[in-house]
């Protein structure tokens, strides 16, 4: 039973360019949080979704950034014209359900140059 | 302020206990974890206690919660290098979105 699976692992991008960050939840979990973590900062909770819905997008800057979890295939973070302040580490956790069990990936490393 | 707040960095010697410690601010929180985080790596987690417990064990980690003062640790005991890491702390579970720390980094020294 695989894990969290992101990819990529690593990606660079232009200022300007857009980034596409997948992410596969654990098989038979339907629940997907995604997080940011900058330099030597903790993880910020960004969006919550659960298939073809978004629950709770709290976290997400309201511009460049969206998310979504299609019924079939991985969830995706997408954001449009990179600045350099994107630069963080992304990482995408998924549950059974939304009171335990959260399983991280390795996360996706943006840099934006 | 953050809804977690813990101490930034920890350094101890190889053989000794180190207790990692943790406050939060939700009281509703069902579940409170403690995940570790490697050097390039993901998060992985440890351990987690229910908010109706007092204290966890798990071979070389304790997880005690103080439910009055909002105060979770964690002890490692007999702390190796390979303990070296990033630990988070986070508190959850009902309908409230995990929340973590800014972690800790414990630093294990000969």
């Known amino acids: 039973n695989a894990g969290v699976m992101q990819n990529p692992r690593h990606l660079v991008r232009r200022r300007g360019q857009e980034a596409r960050l997948r992410c596969s939840p654990m098989k038979g979990h339907s629940h997907v949080y995604w997080y940011r973590q900058l330099p030597e900062e903790g993880l910020k909770f960004m969006v919550y979704l659960q298939k073809e819905n978004i629950i709770d997008e709290s976290g997400m800057p309201k511009e460049r950034f969206s998310a979504e979890f299609p019924k079939e295939g991985p969830s995706i973070l997408r954001i449009q014209q990179v600045v350099r302040g994107d630069s963080a580490a992304y990482f995408c956790?998924?549950?059974?359900?939304?009171?335990?069990?959260?399983?991280f990936g390795s996360g996706t490393r943006l840099t934006v140059v | 302020g953050e809804d977690v707040e813990q101490s930034l960095f920890l350094s101890v010697r190889e053989g000794d206990s180190s207790v990692i410690n943790c406050t939060y601010t939700d009281s509703s929180s069902t579940y409170l974890y403690w995940y570790k985080q490697e050097p390039g790596a993901g998060l992985q987690l440890l351990t987690y206690?229910?908010?109706?417990?007092d204290m966890k064990q798990d071979q070389r980690l304790t997880v005690l919660l103080n439910k009055k003062d909002k105060h979770l640790s964690l002890r490692i005991a007999d702390t190796q290098t390979g303990d070296s890491a990033i630990y988070f702390c986070a508190q959850g579970g009902g309908s409230y979105i995990p929340t973590f720390g800014r972690g800790t980094s414990l630093i294990v020294h000969p």
């Open positions: 956790a998924s549950s059974v359900d939304r009171n335990y069990g959260y399983t």
């Open positions: 206690i229910f908010s109706n417990m």
